[in-house]
């Protein structure tokens, strides 16, 4: 069992940055993979940014690719998203997942936290 809360998520202005933070608990943290994924109202859930264990390895969508950065605590069990440049094509809820060992699925995941940009 894995337990995975966000935070930070609020509304901001275009241009403005903002920090996401995902604490987890149970299942041996530091050994997983952790993703961000957002889903815009009326939109499907889509994949932001993935961190290996011991966060020497990201990916990015490109379409958060060089304002966006993932990055891990593990001796805090957390992984933070911090999002620069932020425009209102980022508005959505931003959740975080725990991948399943050896397979390209997530199967713990976070109850999301609300990110609103103003233009």
């Known amino acids: 069992q894995v337990q995975l809360e966000e935070s930070g998520g609020g509304l901001v202005q275009a241009g403005g940055s903002l920090t996401l933070s995902c604490a987890a608990s149970?299942?041996?943290?530091?050994?997983?993979?952790i993703g961000w994924f957002r889903q815009a109202p009326g939109k499907e859930r889509e994949f932001v940014a993935r961190?290996?264990?011991?966060?020497?390895?990201?990916y990015y969508a490109e379409s958060v690719k060089g304002r966006f950065t993932i990055s891990r605590d593990n001796a805090k069990n957390t992984v933070y998203l911090q999002m620069d440049s932020l425009e209102p094509e980022d508005t959505a809820v931003y959740y975080c997942?725990?991948?399943?060992?050896?397979?390209?699925?997530?199967?713990?995941w976070g109850q999301g936290t609300q990110v609103t940009v103003s233009s």
């Open positions: 997942a725990s991948n399943k060992p050896d397979t390209p699925l997530y199967d713990y």
């Open positions: 149970g299942r041996a943290f530091s050994s997983n993979v």
């Open positions: 961190i290996g264990p011991t966060g020497d390895r990201t």
